[in-house]
């Protein structure tokens, strides 16, 4: 026992074979490449379904910013955009387009969940948020995701606006996720039945 004891520190203090040292740096800096690009898949993956990187992707300006294309269609811009939207990331994408916009962007109006902007703030999301000065008003409602009279509120609000265009105006509707409850539905089938003759872009997240 006692030998063994005297052994020990000196086997410690050996160093180790070159080949087994290089086997493991190599082993290790190959493992920490994996994770670096894991975690760079992870990062990417996560910024393309991102609200403001996937309007971008659908809405464009032209380069003289007379114009907005929406995937193959354009649309004349004289400061005479609305914009209605509803869903949980609908607060990001509206926040997207009124800086792609900007004074082109007449009216807003978005319904969201109850709990969705707090919850941004808290995470720091400043991109998510709309700016101090927004023209988007926020109505936030169904709570737990259930039909409430907010919801509903920003139901009528949005069909009032809608029905309030005319042909020389654009109706710009952001829809973020299919899965909403019945106010929220609804609407979508408002938006949907604005007057047949206003310009109306829809995009989808």
Excluded at 55 to 60: C, E, F
Excluded at 92 to 107: F, K, P
Excluded at 126 to 142: D, I, T, W, Y
Excluded at 154 to 175: K, N, S, W
């Amino acid at each position: 026992m006692a030998a063994a004891l005297q052994v020990l520190p000196r086997l410690a203090r050996a160093p180790l074979h070159p080949l087994l040292w290089r086997g493991s740096v190599a082993r290790l800096a190959s493992s920490m490449a994996l994770a670096e690009q894991a975690w760079q898949l992870f990062e990417s993956a996560v910024g393309a379904v991102l609200p403001g990187p996937m309007l971008h992707r659908a809405l464009s300006l032209d380069p003289s910013g007379r114009q907005l294309k929406v995937r193959d269609r354009s649309f004349q811009l004289r400061q005479n955009v609305y914009l209605v939207g509803f869903g949980k990331a609908v607060m990001g994408m509206a926040a997207a387009a009124e800086e792609l916009l900007g004074q082109h962007l007449v009216q807003g109006v978005i319904s969201i969940p109850k709990g969705i902007r707090a919850a941004m703030e808290r995470a720091g999301k400043q991109e998510m948020l709309l700016k101090p000065h927004s023209r988007v008003q926020v109505f936030e409602g169904a709570e737990d995701n259930l039909p409430d009279r907010d919801a509903l509120r920003a139901a009528l609000t949005i069909r009032q606006l809608a029905e309030g265009l005319t042909a020389d105006d654009l109706l710009l509707v952001l829809i973020s996720g299919w899965g909403t409850p019945a106010a929220h539905r609804d609407d979508r089938y408002q938006c949907h039945g604005h007057p047949p003759l206003v310009p109306a872009a829809l995009v989808m997240a």
